[in-house]
């Protein structure tokens, strides 16, 4: 999944953005307002991480006008305010959820993970294709009685192709959601791991799961 970071503190920014690329997340990074105001109109994101107190345009203003234009990703507000006018401004705002400065990095993740089960639409904690379970909690997949060792990369594709069984998702597409900006879309690093998915999920089984649909994209599911 792909998420934009906004966070003027660089040594903060950089020190989230590690633990989220930890977690499997591609992450795009925003040091003000104006240019998260931007990215998120520009680009698919499948979730936000917006701080308030930001320069040329304050966390609030960017969900604001965001959410009048229709856009529907998740939002998390960051702040290093705790009191309850500031939580319900927030949330007023557009905002999905709150957490307030400091905080662990563990509680970043459960609420992350939280919001991205829930919103565009209510996913499952579990996502099954077949006799293939994605673990969206522990992050891990089985299929049949075999656990399946990924790396983060290859889960974060197999976990999007999962939300999206039985639709030919596109090269484009994926792209997006799975890496960052800084990612060569003239590059083969999608075939790449398509190749390693398909050995790990599909090799040994009688039915394969991942399919590609030449010009079109990749499909998992049955054939039927």
Not at 105 to 110: I, M, S
Request: with cysteine; net charge neutral; proline share 4%.
């Amino acid at each position: 999944m792909r998420l934009l970071l906004v966070e003027d503190d660089a040594k903060l920014a950089d020190m989230l953005a590690r633990s989220l690329r930890e977690e499997g997340y591609a992450v795009d990074l925003a040091a003000d307002g104006d240019r998260a105001y931007y990215q998120a109109r520009v680009n698919e994101y499948d979730g936000i991480v917006l701080d308030i107190g930001l320069p040329k345009r304050d966390g609030l203003d960017v969900s604001q006008a965001l959410r009048k234009e229709g856009k529907r990703v998740p939002i998390l507000m960051l702040t290093a305010r705790d009191a309850v006018r500031d939580r319900v401004a927030g949330l007023d705002a557009g905002a999905d959820d709150y957490l307030t400065k400091p905080f662990a990095l563990e509680e970043l993740h459960a609420r992350l993970r939280a919001l991205l089960r829930r919103l565009p639409e209510v996913l499952p904690p579990t996502l099954n294709v077949a006799d293939l379970t994605v673990d969206t909690r522990s992050q891990t997949v089985r299929r049949s009685d075999r656990t399946i060792p990924v790396t983060m990369k290859e889960y974060a594709l197999l976990e999007y192709l999962a939300r999206n069984a039985g639709r030919v998702v596109g090269r484009a597409e994926l792209c997006e959601h799975v890496w960052d900006e800084n990612h060569d879309p003239f590059s083969n690093a999608l075939e790449v791991y398509i190749n390693r998915l398909r050995r790990k999920v599909d090799d040994g089984s009688p039915t394969p799961l991942i399919h590609t649909h030449r010009g079109a994209g990749y499909r998992l599911g049955t054939n039927t």
